[in-house]
């Protein structure tokens, strides 16, 4: 089993940025992808970006040239949101992929507001 613990969510202006940072804990040799997803009020949960056990990035369309990725250890993966609008409003999770499925962290809300 995995724990994710993530941090960095709050309340940022219109046009600023943020960095969101995911640490994974317990049977983390087993994680073969870890990223974010998110899930803004009233919409379904979407890929946010995900990154591979060997680097390769992979991003939600709404995202890409404002948000990147990067695996800081086997098991801390950060994500910097650059450029950010108000429809980048909602929680992110930190997601952990392994042979046995997807872990799940509590999430971290980002509100993005004037």
């Known amino acids: 089993q995995v724990q994710l613990a993530e941090s960095g969510g709050g309340l940022v202006q219109i046009g600023g940025s943020r960095r969101l940072s995911c640490t994974a804990s317990?049977?983390?040799?087993?994680?073969?992808?870890i990223g974010w997803y998110r899930r803004a009020p009233g919409k379904q949960r979407e890929l946010v970006a995900t990154?591979?056990?060997?680097?390769?990035a992979n991003y939600g369309d709404s995202v890409k040239g404002r948000f990147a990725i990067s695996r800081d250890s086997q098991s801390a993966v950060s994500l910097q949101m650059n450029n950010l609008a108000p429809e980048d409003t909602a929680v992110y999770f930190c997601?952990?992929?392994?042979?046995?499925?997807?872990?799940w962290g509590q999430g971290t809300q980002v509100t993005v507001s004037s």
């Open positions: 997601s952990a992929m392994g042979p046995r499925g997807t872990n």
């Open positions: 990154i591979s056990n060997d680097g390769l």
């Open positions: 317990g049977t983390i040799a087993s994680i073969y992808a």
